[in-house]
């Protein structure tokens, strides 16, 4: 027990430290998240100074060389001509490229420096001796919706692997001097645009790898890693946790079916009264008495060894388990405390550990008595047909009386029984008492003589006792008329309990005629003259 409760302690401060660890790491997340938002912010600042600076320098470089180089280099050469304005500046000394010339190239200048950042320049009306511009389908819808409605900025965002790419349509809009050039030049394509008119469109393409912003939460993905770690090692310990307990619940049922096992086998050989008092704590096993006023019943077979040398030994153990189990459950029926069996002998008392008064348990003590007499009138009819001739006839004594009542013994071993000399009168009268009969003490009928008929018998003596004991034969119980009795008489060859009071009118007519019956019999086997 001292290991399980070191291991319950154990797995309560693992527990709380658990917790608080938890709690710790949840405070720590807006941390993580800041730190992970600061540091993309920067990525990003810093990239996108860079793309700016990058791009800066290429159209800086593609100016000073294709513009600003041109110019000085016709100048250098003592060329006076007027600078030319032309698609195909290239083969004319001094000129400079038209502004969609000069789109369509820088496009290829961006493109080859930049490796997330592309921009095109397209129109499906190109100078005649220039390639067509290939569109694809969004670039072709963004043309035809913009010179619709030019106000539009047509975009798409799409996803391929793990990069994401945006795309941003801007119309190109025909100038005043765009439209005299273009209605002038003998390569145009078309000679009647018009102010406003939608030449064709830029586009600008940006890559974005999805995986840059994935990793640039680094922090927050170590701390959800860490918690993952924590949480599945939480998991485990409450997994073992579960299965320790598990264990412990199985040991305790275990333990709890052992001992509910052998409590039932421990009630087996106390009465329930004292059971119960001991298994719900009201008293303590302990060697302790007390000296308490009780009812004692002693119940006795008569003969009883003569009747063991008629029957055979399987035969009598069969009766006498039935007799004393019978009984048994009467004594229990009428709150009897059954203290022992002695052989065949039945000892009951009445008032520990549980009472109702004096007065009620001596009444219920002679209710319980007169219902084992009837049961084993009962009983006997049952044995005769079974093949027993002669079967038990039982003595009964009742005596009401201070006693000794607790556990007697030693710490080892101890029993919880009475002593005291009314106990003994009580088996005193059992033995002074006919087959069939029930005798009580003076005491006990001072206190039952409301609802018992009985006649006095000569007094008696006992050692122990300093009086004179007028016994009384119980004839019968009266009920609530006086005039009502129950008899109850049992000899060998007569078992007879009547209760009066539970007699219907039919049933009064059937009992006095096999009263009468039996009464004829025995006249018929009277002796001649008696």
Known sequence: ?????????????????????????????????????????????????????????????????????????????????????????????????????LSLELGDVIRQQQANIAYRFLSDLPFKRRAPHPLDAFETNALAALRADPGQTPREISRSGFTN????????????????????????????????DVRGIQEVIIKQPFAHNVFAFKYLLLYFLFMAGLGIGFIVFQLRQTALIQGVNRELESANEFLASISMKISRYLSPQVYKSIFSGQKDVVIQTERKRLTIFFSDIKDFTATTERLQPEALTEMLNEYLTEMSAIALKHGGTLDKFIGDAVLVFFGDPETNGAVEDAKACLRMAVDMQRRLGELKEKWRLDGTEEPFMVRMGINSGYCNVGNFGSSDRMDYTIIGAEANLAARLQSIAEGGKIVISYETYALVKDIVDATPLPPITMKGIHREVVPYAVN?????????????????????????????????ARVRAALAEAMAAIDAQAPSGS
């Open 1 to 101: 027990m001292t290991r399980e409760t070191d291991r319950g302690r154990a797995a309560r401060s693992t527990g709380y430290f658990i917790s608080l660890l938890i709690l710790a790491l949840l405070a720590g997340l807006p941390i993580a998240v800041w730190m992970d938002v600061s540091t993309l912010s920067q990525s990003s600042v810093k990239r996108q100074a860079e793309d700016m600076s990058s791009l800066i320098t290429s159209i800086r470089s593609y100016y000073a060389s294709n513009v600003v180089g041109r110019i000085l280099a016709a100048h250098a050469a003592g060329s006076d001509v007027a600078t030319a304005v032309s698609h195909d500046y290239a083969n004319i000394p001094g000129a400079i490229p038209i502004p969609a010339t």
């Open 476 to 508: 019968g119980l009266l009920g609530a008329d006086q005039n009502l009795r129950v008899l109850s008489e049992h000899f060998a060859g007569l078992d007879l309990h009547l209760d009066v009071a539970q007699l219907d009118p039919d049933e009064r």
């Open 165 to 196: 790419t945006f795309r941003l349509v801007t119309p190109v809009i025909m100038a005043e001097a765009c439209v005299a050039c273009h209605n002038a030049h003998p390569e145009s394509p078309k000679t009647d645009w018009k102010v406003g």
